[in-house]
């Protein structure tokens, strides 16, 4: 069904490309040059400040405001990628009718940002909590690490692996593959459980991390982001963590599959595993990750990265309204519109979830 739907998509993609015309020309990015839908492309897009005040418990609309200090009390350490947060005029001028309420654009090479709105804005998160707890994983185990399948972890409430057998031991590799690609509740409390030997144990080591890698607006609560109203983030830092992740072998190979086959101890010995991350679904050119996240507290969130002719960008997008068409909007700007690159006929990431 994802084939013939994929080569549907590639039409609908030629006919589009036709009426809207795909060329560009320039370094500044023209909104009608882009083939975003309605619902997509009006209003503005354009970089503002985060908004001042609110606690460190309050998700919205709060931005850092301990100087120092990360919002669970911990010193920070400096970020690993130096975005740029502070230019006059973003290269990138794209334009949302019903814009995400942050967003980001950039260089994973050397921080430059193409496109920025609300980049330091405090906002929940969702499965993106998935990003830190890979990386708090891969530093603790090994692929062939077993992990034990505990009661807790089966009944995980939200997006599960689902099949987890009770009591059994998984390779650490086959439950980060469950974690990343249907973003398994599941998988992220067993895996918890083993490296730390409890969830609260895990959350704080969460909080440590996020504060040695200067995430200055980054709050755990959970390792999987399921309905906590104190997990929150920002773009800017959603960014730093998925420059550190990619780093990381084990997860960059993960995060790139669009599905996966596993051996696992269930009746038929395999389990099947599928991206959420619409980007490779819909097979765009060059995309290389990462993760997607809904709740209703935090809508639909994405972290996008693709690599095009050694130009590596990246999108964060935290309750948007369209993630995927969004991403692949912004990412065409950048690598057409800034880098001056031939886009690549592919199919068109459809509106909606």
Known sequence: MRALA?????????????????????????????HG??????????????????????????????????????ALGRAPLALDLGGTSDPVQASFRS???AGLLFDLSNGRVLWQLNPLQRLHMASLTKLMTALRVVHSTTPDTPILVTREAVEAAGSKVGVLPLGKHIPAETMLYGLLLPSGNDAATALAQ??????????????????????????????????????????????????????????????RAAQAVLPF???????????????????????TGMKTGYTELAGDCLVATAERDGVKLGVVLLHSPDMGQQ???????????????????????????
């Open 6 to 34: 994929a080569a549907a998509l590639v039409l609908a993609a030629a006919a589009v490309a036709v009426s809207l015309g795909l060329a560009r020309s320039g370094a500044a990015h023209s909104p009608a040059s882009h």
């Open 37 to 74: 839908r309605a619902g997509s492309g009006a209003g503005t897009g354009t970089r503002t400040s985060a908004t001042a005040g609110g606690s460190a418990g309050d998700a919205q609309g709060a931005s850092p405001t301990n100087q120092g200090l990360s919002p669970a009390g911990v």
């Open 99 to 101: 814009p995400p309420r």
């Open 194 to 255: 083993h490296v730390s030997g409890s969830v609260g144990a895990f959350v704080a080591s969460m909080n440590v991390e996020a504060a040695r890698l200067g995430l200055a607006c980054t709050h755990y609560t959970s390792p999987s982001g399921y309905i906590n109203a104190s997990n929150y983030t920002c773009a800017a830092d959603l960014a730093e963590l998925a420059y550190v992740d990619l780093q990381q072998p084990r997860i960059a190979h993960i995060v």
């Open 265 to 287: 101890p269930i009746k038929g010995g395999k389990l099947y595993l599928y991206n959420n991350n619409p980007l490779l679904v819909y097979g765009y050119p060059g995309a």
């Open 327 to 353: 991403a692949e909007y912004l990412l065409n700007a950048g690598f057409a519109d800034v880098y001056h690159q031939r886009l690549i006929a592919s199919p068109m990431v459809p509106s909606g979830r």
